[in-house]
């Protein structure tokens, strides 16, 4: 698509595609020198030379003409071109960890695009790319990923058609690889992070932080999947970029570079090439006269310090993590806090050295060490809507109160972290969560037995998954999530609080067993506050597993054999479509009154539901 513009500023952003930096800025001084240029070609060479400078990292310069622009811009309200100078002021925000503060100017921004008439037009479109691109991110932060991905996608998808801001597509994509490992999609993941790195081509500064970040993304990527040796040669390249820089974020990316590459040889069983790395991140620090006390660098060498054998070591190890730990809560005490996933991986490291101590001493009194800094991970996830710590730390906890053999307990946060899993996007966690409640539920025999015995804590934790966990915690291994397979359906129930049943519909032809009837209405009337509060959401009778969601004063129970996951999907559906339906909602609440038993037919909506999302024959 074509946007209006004069042809040598058409040329500058080309220019930007083939890489050619040097040319842009003869073509700026150029340009400068001309008399004749009309107001619209005046924004859009603003546009591009404010676009050069940020690219060249001279954000300052940058920043100036964008705020200038924007400001003048809403003066003299031309809404189009608001937009074309936030998403630079966007852009440097970004990279200095302040883009949240402009979420009031991109929700201004979309409202004064949509009250303009040409709303096919391709000027308009661009600008709403612009405007997706930035709620892709905001969306992101705020833990609604599939939302995010949708903005961003969109924003991909209206860009192809421009060819002259083609080098904004490796942006875009970057934020869909990021979104994408979010999730635990790490093969989309994957794919486009590649995408975006062929891409990212030219010598410009920016050009090349996105490339060296993009390494980083795919080693990691590459690390969980089980490929150590080619995660290293991705981070060696991250690296090599990063220490050509000297502004301030570099070394903490340099810091994350070298505490992957410790983190892969440590995986690997070498320890000496893990030294080798923490001594050439010294010697970095050295030449650019920072001191070792920054974070990464101690982070590192906890990290080496843990993986030794020697309890000397492993100490010292424990002493510099509470130490970075209380470091980022004076910082947050002092209103000025630090970077939330410095604070997350101290925590989650402290934690997987108490649980490996745990397993050397068999002392469940360890547990008493670790619980306080779960809650904090859980305080900190929730201030920074980091869902997918928040869902992991409460099935650590499920697994935890496992080796207590507290089972209440454990389901209850088993339940937790998969609520939380499936309302923030992370649908292949859930599915994994899932996973680990039904295996509870076929195990409760196991685990009674290990009470009653004397079993020692290894057995425990290699039945609780508990070092799975903690290797997802620490981005050591993918999510494993099982394949999906369709339940076996036996029996959809809804019920009133009181235990009293107002629809009653089984898929079984003859179905009868008043055995398994009256084994759930005694686990109901026993439950129901669990129930209702959602702390629990099934429970397994013989072999049927029970399904459980509240519908304001109603529950509805679905009946199964098999698996849950898949299950719940549609008990989901169904809850809705009962709530929001009014023929059904105003049926149910006039059976509590009448005490009327409905059906498949009565009312009829309620059997085209049942039809629709169980597939009835």
Request: with cysteine.
């Amino acid at each position: 698509m074509e946007i209006s513009m004069h042809e040598e500023i058409r040329r500058g952003l080309k220019l930007f595609n083939e890489g050619k930096d040097e040319e842009i800025l003869e073509l700026i001084k150029d340009f400068e020198k001309q008399d004749d240029i009309t107001p619209h070609d005046i924004h859009w060479f603003k546009f591009l030379k404010a676009t050069l400078l940020f690219f060249m990292g001279r954000f300052p310069e940058s920043l100036k003409i964008a705020e200038e622009e924007y400001q003048e811009s809403l003066r003299q309200k031309k809404s189009l071109f608001v937009a074309d100078f936030l998403v630079i002021k966007w852009s440097s925000f970004l990279l200095l960890a302040r883009a949240p503060e402009l979420w009031e100017d991109v929700l201004y921004c979309e409202k004064l695009l949509k009250s303009i008439e040409e709303e096919t037009s391709s000027e308009y479109n661009l600008r709403e790319a612009w405007v997706l691109y930035m709620k892709g991110y905001y969306l992101l932060w705020e833990g609604v990923l599939d939302d995010a991905l949708r903005s961003a996608e969109k924003a991909l998808e209206i860009l192809e058609g421009y060819d002259i801001f083609s080098y904004i597509l490796s942006f875009i994509l970057f934020l869909i690889g990021f979104i994408y490992t979010t999730k635990g999609e790490l093969d989309l993941a994957l794919k486009a992070h590649n995408e975006s790195l062929t891409l990212t081509q030219g010598s410009t500064m920016i050009f090349k932080i996105l490339n060296a970040t993009s390494h980083n993304n795919i080693g990691k990527i590459l690390f969980q999947k089980g490929e150590p040796d080619t995660a290293i040669e991705h981070y060696e390249r991250s690296l090599k970029i990063w220490e050509q820089y000297t502004f301030p974020m570099v070394y903490i990316w340099v810091g994350i570079n070298y505490n992957d590459l410790i983190n892969a040889y440590t995986y690997k069983k070498s320890p000496e090439k893990a030294n080798e790395c923490l001594d050439r991140f010294r010697k970095f620090l050295e030449t650019k006269k920072i001191s070792e006390d920054i974070y990464w660098y101690r982070f590192s060498k906890a990290k080496i310090l843990k993986s030794s054998s020697r309890i000397r070591n492993r100490a010292e190890a424990e002493k510099i993590l509470k130490e970075l730990i209380k470091g980022h809560d004076t910082l947050v005490k002092s209103g000025t806090p630090g970077i939330a996933d410095e604070f997350t991986v101290a925590v989650i490291e402290l934690c997987d050295y108490y649980i490996q101590e745990l397993k050397l001493t068999q002392d469940l009194e360890i547990l008493d060490d670790i619980e306080p800094y779960l809650e904090r991970l859980l305080k900190e996830s929730e201030r920074t809507n980091s869902y997918l710590e928040q869902a992991h730390t409460y099935l650590l906890k499920g697994q935890l109160a496992l080796l207590q053999i507290n089972m209440g307990e454990a389901r209850k946060y088993l339940t937790k972290a998969q609520h939380i899993a499936e309302e923030h996007d992370l649908q292949l966690l859930a599915r994994t969560i899932s996973r680990e409640h039904d295996k509870l539920l076929e195990q409760l025999d196991k685990w009674e037995n290990l009470e009653g015995k004397k079993s020692t804590i290894s057995e425990r934790m290699e039945l609780a998954s508990l070092e799975k966990t903690m290797d997802t915690m620490q981005k050591m291994r993918a999510l494993d999530p099982p394949e999906l397979v369709n339940e076996q359906p036996v029996l959809l129930l809804i019920i009133g609080q009181d235990g009293v049943p107002y629809f009653n519909h089984s898929f079984i032809e003859g179905w009868d067993d008043q055995d398994l009837f009256s084994g759930f209405m005694s686990a109901f009337n026993s439950f129901s506050s669990e129930f209702f509060s959602k702390s629990i959401d099934r429970i397994k009778i013989d072999e049927n597993i029970i399904l459980f969601l509240p519908v304001e004063s109603f529950m509805v129970c679905y009946v199964i054999k098999g698996q849950s996951y898949p299950a719940l999907l549609k008990l989901t559906r169904f809850s809705d479509a009962i709530k929001w339906k009014p023929k059904i909602w105003k049926a149910l609440n006039k059976a509590v009154k009448t005490s009327e038993m409905l059906d498949l037919n009565n009312p009829f909506a309620l059997g085209e539901v049942v039809n629709e999302i169980f597939k009835l024959k």
